[in-house]
C-alpha cells in the first residue's frame, strides 16, 4: 500500500538553514530561468533581429552553461563556494551591465563567455541540499526543491516578457543583472557548507575521477539528459499541437495547468514512504509521453498530458538524489555540475530535434518520437545500472536503499 504523508517535508524543513537555503535558491533561479528568454527579446526587439540569430545567442549561452557547469563544480570541491560566488557575481554584473550596448556577435560571444561563468544556482543549491540533509530525507528534500523550481520557470520568463513590453528590453536586462549580482551576493552572505565533516567521502585524501565517474553514473547522466530531452519536445510539442489547432490563446494554460501537474506529482513523490528507482521514474514518463499525440482535439491533449506532467519533477528529483548517495561528497560538486551538464545537453539536443519533427511528420509525432527516444535510453541504462560506486555500500548502511532498481 502506499502511504503519502507531509511528516517527511516537516521534518526536511525542521533541519537548520535549509529554509533559507531553498528560499534564496528559489529567488536566485528566477533570474537565472529569465535570461534565455530576455536575451532573445533582445536580439528580436532591441536589436531588430531574427529568430536564427536569437536562437544563435541563445545556443552560444547554452553551450556556455554546459562546459562551466562541472569545472565551477569542481573549483568548489577543492577551493570552496565563497570564491567561484564572487568569480561568477562579477562576471554576471560585467556581461549584463554591457550587453544592453553591445551590438550582436560581441553579444553573441559575451553570451557564451558569461554561459561559462553563470551563477551556478542550480548546482550550489543541490549541493548543499545533500550536505545539509541526511540521506535518508533527501529525497523529500530534493522533491521540494523540484518544486520550487517549478514555481520558478512559471515566474521567470512570464516577469521578463511583462517587462520587456513594458520598459523595454535594455531595463529587462538591467533587472536581471541586478537579480543576479543580489542573489550572487545572497548565496555569498549566506555561505551555506557544502559538505559536513561526519559524511563518508570527505576526508582530505583526493578522490580520484575515475573512483566515481563510473558506467552506472554514466547511465544517470544519460537518463538525466533524456529526461529534460523528453521534457523540452513535450513543451514544444505542445506548442506547436495548440497553434496548429488555432489555439494558440491557450498556450499559457495549458502550460501552467503542466507546471501544477508536475508539482502535484512532485509534492505526492517526496511524501511517499520509499522512492523509485530513476530508471522508473524517468521512464514511465517517457513511456507516458508517446501516446499524447494520438488523440485530435488539443483539449483532450491536454488531459493526456497530466499524467506524464506528474512525474516531471520527480524525474528530475530523483535523478539528483541518486547521484548525491552515488559520489563521494568531496566530488559532488564537480558531478552536480556534470548533471547540470547533462540536463543542459538534453534541452539543448531537443530543441533542433523536435524543430525537424514538428515541421515534418507533424507536431503530435514529438511526443511519440521523444518519448520512445527516452524508453529507448532507459533500457540501454539498465544493463550497467547495478555497477554502482563501491561507496554507495557503505552508505547504505546508514540510510534506506530507497533508489533499488
Do not use: N
Not at 35 to 47: A, D, F, N, R, S
Not at 166 to 174: N, Q
Amino acid at each position: 500500500m502506499i502511504t503519502v504523508t507531509v511528516e517527511p517535508y516537516r521534518r526536511v524543513l525542521a533541519i537548520p538553514g535549509v529554509r533559507t537555503l531553498l528560499l534564496v535558491g528559489l529567488v536566485a533561479r528566477i533570474p537565472v530561468i529569465a535570461c534565455g528568454l530576455t536575451l532573445t527579446l533582445h536580439v528580436v526587439g532591441g536589436l531588430g533581429l531574427g529568430f536564427m540569430q536569437a536562437g544563435l545567442v541563445g545556443a552560444a549561452s547554452t553551450a556556455g552553461v554546459a562546459i562551466g557547469a562541472p569545472i565551477a563544480g569542481r573549483f568548489t570541491d577543492r577551493r570552496g563556494l565563497r570564491p567561484v560566488l564572487a568569480v561568477t557575481t562579477l562576471a554576471q554584473l560585467v556581461f549584463w551591465t554591457a550587453a544592453p550596448f553591445l551590438p550582436y556577435w560581441p553579444l553573441l560571444a559575451g553570451a557564451f563567455v558569461s554561459g561559462i561563468l553563470a551563477l551556478p544556482v542550480f548546482t550550489v543549491v543541490r549541493q548543499c541540499v545533500a550536505a545539509a540533509v541526511p540521506a535518508e530525507h533527501r529525497r523529500s528534500a530534493y522533491a521540494l526543491d523540484s518544486m520550487l523550481v517549478e514555481v520558478a520557470y512559471m515566474t521567470g520568463p512570464a516577469i521578463a516578457v511583462a517587462v520587456t513590453t513594458a520598459l523595454g528590453s535594455s531595463w529587462t536586462m538591467a533587472f536581471i543583472g541586478l537579480g543576479l549580482v543580489g542573489s550572487g551576493a545572497a548565496l555569498l552572505a549566506l555561505d551555506p557548507p557544502i559538505r559536513v565533516d561526519a559524511e563518508p567521502g570527505t576526508a582530505g585524501v583526493a578522490v580520484r575521477r575515475r573512483d566515481w565517474l563510473t558506467p552506472a553514473l554514466l547511465a544517470l547522466l544519460g537518463v538525466t539528459a533524456v529526461a529534460t530531452f523528453v521534457l523540452a519536445a513535450t513543451e514544444l510539442g505542445l506548442v506547436a499541437v495548440l497553434k496548429a489547432d488555432s489555439a494558440t490563446r491557450w498556450t499559457g494554460l495549458v502550460l501552467a495547468v503542466w507546471g501544477l501537474a508536475s508539482m502535484a506529482g512532485g509534492f505526492v513523490y517526496g511524501a511517499l514512504a520509499r522512492g523509485f528507482s530513476p530508471l522508473v521514474i524517468v521512464g514511465g514518463m517517457a513511456a507516458l509521453t508517446i501516446p499524447m499525440g494520438l488523440l485530435a482535439h488539443w483539449q483532450w491533449l491536454c488531459l493526456a498530458l497530466l499524467p506524464a506532467g506528474m512525474l516531471c519533477a520527480p524525474a528530475i528529483s530523483t535523478t539528483i538524489d541518486t547521484l548525491s548517495r552515488w559520489v563521494p561528497a568531496a566530488a559532488r560538486g564537480e558531478a552536480t555540475g556534470l548533471h547540470g551538464t547533462a540536463m543542459t545537453l538534453g534541452l539543448a539536443i531537443s530543441g533542433p530535434l523536435s524543430g525537424v519533427i514538428i515541421d515534418g511528420p507533424g507536431p503530435r509525432w514529438a511526443f511519440a518520437i521523444s518519448g520512445a527516444a527516452g524508453v529507448l535510453v532507459v533500457l540501454l541504462a539498465t544493463p550497467v545500472w547495478r555497477r554502482a560506486p563501491q561507496h554507495v555500500t557503505l552508505r547504505a548502511a546508514a540510510a534506506p536503499a530507497t533508489d533499488a532498481a
